[in-house]
Nanobody, 133 residues
Framework: QVNLVESGGGSVQAGGSLRLSCAAS????????MGWFRQAPGKEREGVGT???????????YYADSVKGRFTISPDNSKKTLYLQMDSLKPEDSAMYYC???????????????????????WGKGTLVTISS
């Protein structure tokens, strides 16, 4: 049973921080690509960042330009959890945030980030982030 569960969303003021967590089932955590995506009302889903996970470790394959330097994706293998640390939050970061996973190679993982999740097979239900100005 594939299962991704996001948590950590909430409401904060601009300039604040949040850390989102994505708890993954054993099966999902063996996936080669995981990532965070977001969708604001009336907008298309967009990639926040993706990470390629392999035997040798993990490497970031994509960060959206709008979050570079402010957001950080990191995995905790022992807890089978993927984190999204979000700092210097802006009102335009407000959205539903989703965790996703898929059996994708490095460059397809990059494409998944650029393409709003193209090729990702498994999705969580999302956690809502609201940033007030």
């Amino acid at each position: 049973q594939v299962n991704l569960v996001e948590s950590g969303g909430g409401s904060v003021q601009a300039g604040g921080s949040l850390r989102l967590s994505c708890a993954a089932s054993d099966f999902t955590y063996s996936a080669t690509c995981m990532g965070w995506f977001r969708q604001a009302p009336g907008k298309e889903r967009e990639g926040v960042g993706t990470i390629s996970i392999g035997i040798g470790g993990a490497s970031i394959t994509y960060y959206a330009d709008s979050v570079k330097g402010r957001f950080t994706i990191s995995p905790d293998n022992s807890k089978k959890t993927l984190y999204l640390q979000m700092d210097s939050l802006k009102p335009e970061d407000s959205a539903m945030y989703y965790c996703a996973a898929g059996e994708l190679g490095y460059w397809d993982c990059n494409s998944a980030g650029r393409g709003g999740g193209l090729g990702m097979e498994y999705w969580g239900k999302g956690t809502l982030v609201t940033i007030s100005s």
